[in-house]
């Protein structure tokens, strides 16, 4: 099970959108004590301890977690390729669904509270590394089932 590649890459995913949904995405520090970052989960503007403006985003972080519990969940249809790859078709789509909302808000509700550019943090790059590893995925499994038919073929 854990010793094919599209296993492997399919861990990667999920670890990767477990790091998106913990961390925050994108951060702009406006003075030394206020801040503006988004998250999975909110978007929030905070000056020292107090905050002066939060917007909640949890649709964001249920796309996630959708993907987060497909993926452990098509880890385990390794006896079933078609539908491995229908479950990791499925999980590119929420992510990438919940990447591109995630830049919407950045665009049009952060960067206007942080008046400048900010830097994208280890959540966004966490999203880009779980759609890749999922392609690659989906590519070693595409993979596996021409062999299986190739194979078929030959008896």
Do not use: C
């Not at 994108?26 to 989960?41: C, D, G, H, L, M």
């Not at 990791?88 to 990438?96: K, Q, R, T």
């Not at 808000?105 to 400048?116: E, N, R, S, W, Y």
């Amino acid at each position: 099970m854990f010793q094919r590649i599209q296993s492997i890459f399919l861990i990667i995913t999920a670890f990767s959108i477990a790091v998106f949904l913990g961390t925050n995405s994108f951060v702009k520090a406006i003075s030394p004590t206020e801040k503006v970052a988004i998250n999975a989960f909110q978007i929030y503007h905070q000056s020292g301890d107090m905050a002066l403006k939060t917007v909640s985003v949890y649709y964001i972080a249920a796309m996630a977690a959708i993907a987060l519990g497909l993926t452990i969940y098509t880890l385990f249809l390794y006896k079933n390729r078609v539908k491995q790859i229908l479950f990791v078709s499925i999980i590119s789509l929420f992510m990438g669904v919940a990447l591109t909302t995630l830049v919407y808000h950045i665009q049009k509700d952060v960067m206007p509270l942080a008046g400048g550019e900010g830097s994208y943090t280890i959540g966004t790059w966490a999203a880009f590394i779980a759609l890749v590893s999922n392609l690659l995925a989906n590519r070693f499994i595409k993979r596996d089932e021409k062999l299986v038919k190739d194979a078929d073929r030959m008896r």
